[in-house]
């Protein structure tokens, strides 16, 4: 009888970041539902070994700071000796903080920067170079954001940090191709997803149902994105279906940038 989990992502192994909350932990169940064994990586360990205790048996929790180079030199570490290989890296660790250009706190722009843009960038350089040299192949995906596409004129640092994470995708992307890694990488583009990240937004408005309504009105499929709906995702772009995605950038938007509303008709 053969004891290899079913599963797309089969004999996988993963590195999730964020993987204590939202689209984070939401990736990690997802991977594990297709297979994969799953390093989960966030600076909450607590939340991070509650999310690999509902993945299974193969799955670990592990404390880092995406933003410290020693900390993901030290998670490699302990993915190649826990399972010798990795395969999967999902860059989702990310913050946001409000700000139009003209009112933006430096503080807040060097910690988006930080975690959003280096810290992917970090995971894609460790990745690369710990995939390519422990025989790994499958996917790097990067968590953008509709934000890293278009300009959101209350949001000018989270969008900058995002926009360089889309382009960064595109950069890694022919870099394995041009070296014939068998590493494919690919940026996702959620609109609105309610997690925590928006618990300070509801709290200072002290309705989050009016929140989610709010910004529901701005997608013309009228609702937000789940975790679940941004996870389905990345565990398709890190299977072998999606063999020819690389480079691209993916939305799970509900069509909020296929184009302005109608304004001609009433139908």
Known sequence: MNDVPAGKLAGRVALVTGGASGIGRATCT??????????????????????????????????????????????????LHRFGRLDILCNV????????????????WNAM???????????????????????????????SSVGGSVGIADVAGYCASKGGVTILTKAVALRCAQK?????????????????????VAAALGDRAALLAGMASLVPMGRVCKPQDVSRVIAFLASDDAGMISGSEVYVDGAQLAGPPSAHFDH
Not at 115 to 138: D, E, I, P, Q, W
Not at 180 to 200: A, F, K, N, Q
Request: charged letters at 20%.
């Open 113 to 143: 920067l930080a975690v959003n843009l280096t810290g992917t960038m970090l995971g894609c350089k460790h990745g690369v170079l710990t995939m390519s040299r422990s025989g790994g192949r499958g996917a790097i995906i990067n968590v």
């Open 180 to 200: 014939g890694y068998p590493i494919r990488c690919v940026s996702v583009h959620p609109t609105y997803v309610d997690t925590e990240m928006l618990d300070p």
């Open 30 to 79: 997802a991977l594990a539902a297709e297979g994969a064994s799953v390093f989960v990586a966030d600076r909450n360990l607590d939340g991070a070994a509650r999310t690999a205790e509902a993945c299974g048996p193969t799955a670990v929790a592990h404390v880092m700071d995406v933003s410290c180079e020693a900390d993901w030199t030290c998670a490699m570490e302990h993915v």
């Open 93 to 108: 660790a990310g913050i946001g903080r409000g700000g139009f250009i003209d009112e933006i706190q430096l503080d807040d």
